[in-house]
């Protein structure tokens, strides 16, 4: 069963907006997507099912020896989402005790039902414990970028500059996303045209700043729920989502 982790180094980046976004365009496209929440700010849900994760969550129930499976709550697009749900100093330290790459595994696979799984993980921003180990057991894994400098400096030296490199043999297939590119400001505009010359082959592909994204998610919505047209960054995600579904098979049958 794929699993599709996505990170960023900083902060702000997009990585929720972009796992509930992607979690509803690949469940579109039929896989059945299993969206979990590692981050402790528990915002996945307002984009998928804010009714979720009000009470219970993956946090807790590690801590108490629960199975996944009885924090899964199907959403009204269809994606399932564990959320992180509320938590306390314990149960929060005692997720990085708990979660080794051995446990991850096991946990993943127990959610396993069907030859179309797909499980997408939004994770907290930087290089912690748990993001690393989650990292190590991605099929795929997604950076989101801003197009800002203070961004594009990080890439010389995260991961050892992989993002500048194409892909080495044996390596998990990890590929940034620029998010919130926009064309009318220079800077973000220049961005983006240095990335897709120098780095094409390490980017999945790049998704617009547009309001109606920052819009629905204030509403509880993803963009792809809220807005039908296949317009301004629902179309980049649509596009981003076909991308992701090609590399999810290749990985998945190599
Ligand atoms: N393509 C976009 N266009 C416009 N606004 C966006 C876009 N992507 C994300 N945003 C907005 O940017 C802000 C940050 O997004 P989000 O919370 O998803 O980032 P994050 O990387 O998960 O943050 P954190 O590191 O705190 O977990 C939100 O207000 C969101 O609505
Ligand atoms: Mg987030």
Redesign the pocket.
């Known amino acids: 069963m794929p699993v599709v982790v996505v990170s ?1 180094p ?11 976004n992607m979690a509803v365009a690949m469940r579109q496209r039929g896989w059945r997507v299993t969206a979990i929440d590692f ?1 402790s ?1 528990n ?1 996945l849900r307002f ?1 998928l099912g804010p009714e979720a994760g009000e009470t219970d969550g993956v946090a807790r129930a590690t801590y108490e020896g629960r199975a996944w499976r009885t924090v899964c709550a199907t959403t009204r697009s269809g994606v399932d989402l564990i959320p992180f749900g509320p938590s306390n100093r314990d149960q929060r330290l005692h997720l990085d005790e708990a979660l080794t790459v051995a446990q991850l595994r096991a946990e993943f696979a127990d959610l396993q039902r069907s030859p179309a799984d797909l499980i997408l993980v ?4 930087g290089e912690g414990l748990l993001q690393e180990r989650l990292d190590e057991l991605a099929d795929v894994g997604m950076t ?1 970028f801003l197009t800002d400098g203070a961004s594009i400096a990080l890439l010389p030296n995260y991961r050892g500059g992989a993002f500048l490199h194409p892909p080495l043999p044996g390596e998990i297939p990890r590929f940034g996303v620029l ?3 926009d064309k009318r400001r220079r800077l973000s505009r220049d961005i983006a045209d240095f990335v897709a010359e120098r780095a094409s082959r390490r980017f999945m592909g790049s ?8 819009e629905a ?2 509403s509880g919505f993803t ?1 792809l729920e809220a807005d039908v047209e296949d317009v301004g ?1 629902v179309a ?1 995600i649509r596009r981003l989502a076909a991308s992701l579904d090609q590399l999810v098979r290749d990985v998945c049958v190599a």
Do not use: I, M
């Open positions: 960023s900083k902060g702000g980046a997009g990585k929720t907006t972009l796992t509930a981050d700010q915002a984009h939004d994770t907290a921003p989101v998010n919130q590119v998704v617009r700043y547009d309001e109606a994204v920052a998610a204030a963009a960054a980049d």
